[in-house]
């Protein structure tokens, strides 16, 4: 589940907050997406340049400026995504929802950044988990 929540206070601006939760049935529980790997630590490294190089061309795209400072995966709202021509409805990348102001400035609003999974993070899943991913 994503969720996208505006918040107003009063004067010239309003800002937007994004949150995800993914529930794991057999465990009757949320967990996180670090839940969903062996190793997250490697995992978020194996994405970070796919997710650092998408979220700058989307930045310039918006008039903005590409930046050697990327903010760690680990710190980024991020949820499983299917899209539209993925087979079964199986996740087939990653999604990362981010602010506004903790990419760009605000008037360039949030940004959503797509992550393809690639066979090496896909390697990286626990197996009880495997299934709901598809294979690249």
């Not at 949820?79 to 409805?89: E, K, R, Y």
């Amino acid at each position: 589940m994503v969720a996208e929540i505006d918040v107003f206070v009063g004067g010239a601006e309003r800002n937007s907050l994004f949150g995800a939760k993914l529930w794991d049935r057999k465990l009757d529980r949320a967990i996180e997406v670090e839940d969903l790997f062996d190793d997250p630590d490697i995992a978020f490294t194996a994405m970070n340049q796919a997710f650092c190089r998408e979220l700058d061309r989307q930045r310039v795209s918006r008039g903005g400026e590409a930046t050697e400072e990327c903010r760690p995966l680990d710190q980024q709202v991020i949820a499983p995504a299917i899209s539209s021509g993925s087979g079964w409805g199986r996740f087939d990348r990653f999604r990362v929802l981010i602010d506004p102001f903790n990419a760009g400035s605000l008037i360039e609003g949030s940004y959503q950044v797509d992550i393809p999974i690639t066979d090496q993070v896909r390697s990286l899943v626990k197996p009880e988990y495997a299934t709901f991913f598809a294979k690249p």
